[in-house]
């Protein structure tokens, strides 16, 4: 199950790091990502710093999604900013 339970916790996780961020995204832009983050997150976790499983949904997974989506969120928001505009399509 492991990718899959990413991609569901990174679809949630990308909800609750928009909110901490104060953002105000489109929702399929929130979801895809909190996916990239929630994928991202797991990735860095299990494979460079050997913590963390992608095993399932709990706490830790959702605590790993969740600082990857907001890293993804403000990658995002830095490379808008620097382009001058933002579009609100997605």
Do not use: P, Q
Not at 25 to 52: D, M, P, S
């Amino acid at each position: 199950m492991g990718i899959f339970a990413w991609i569901v916790v990174g679809a949630i996780a990308g909800y609750v790091a928009t909110l901490i961020v104060g953002d105000r995204e489109g929702l399929i832009l929130t979801i895809a990502l909190g996916i990239g983050g929630g994928i991202l997150g797991g990735y860095v976790a299990a494979n460079v710093f050997h913590f963390g499983t992608m095993d399932g949904i709990n706490i830790e997974s959702i605590v790993i999604a969740i600082a990857g989506s907001l890293a993804v969120i403000a990658t995002w928001n830095f490379l808008m900013a620097r382009g001058g505009r933002r579009s609100h399509l997605l």
